[in-house]
């Protein structure tokens, strides 16, 4: 298959969405699901260790792996149409 150059374009922006989106999983610590609460222990001086749900966002690699899924449809379809017609 010949690439021609909007083709190109889109390829770069295709990687670079794939990439930022990594870059961002990796961010938030790489976690395999996303989670809305992570799980704060705190020192008391009269209870001692306590622990307590904050609410907190942690990206998951399935929100990732959905994100890159649809980049990628986007771009099989725009790279579709253009295409160089013989």
């Given at each position: 298959?010949?690439?021609?150059?909007?083709?190109?374009?889109?390829?770069?922006?295709?990687?670079?969405?794939?990439?930022?989106?990594?870059?961002?999983?990796?961010?938030?610590?790489?976690?395999?699901?996303?989670?809305?609460?992570?799980?704060?222990?705190?020192?008391?001086?009269?209870?001692?260790?306590t622990k307590a749900w904050k609410?907190?966002?942690?990206?998951?690699?399935?929100?990732?792996?959905?994100?890159?899924?649809?980049?990628?449809?986007?771009?099989?379809?725009?790279?579709?149409?253009?295409?160089?017609?013989?």
């Amino acid at each position: 298959m010949k690439v021609n150059a909007k083709q190109k374009k889109v390829l770069l922006i295709w990687l670079s969405a794939i990439a930022a989106a990594i870059l961002i999983w990796f961010s938030f610590g790489g976690e395999i699901f996303t989670k809305t609460q992570v799980l704060m222990e705190t020192n008391d001086e009269i209870f001692g260790g306590t622990k307590a749900w904050k609410n907190q966002f942690v990206l998951g690699l399935d929100y990732t792996l959905g994100f890159i899924g649809m980049v990628t449809i986007i771009t099989v379809f725009i790279m579709w149409r253009l295409k160089t017609k013989r």
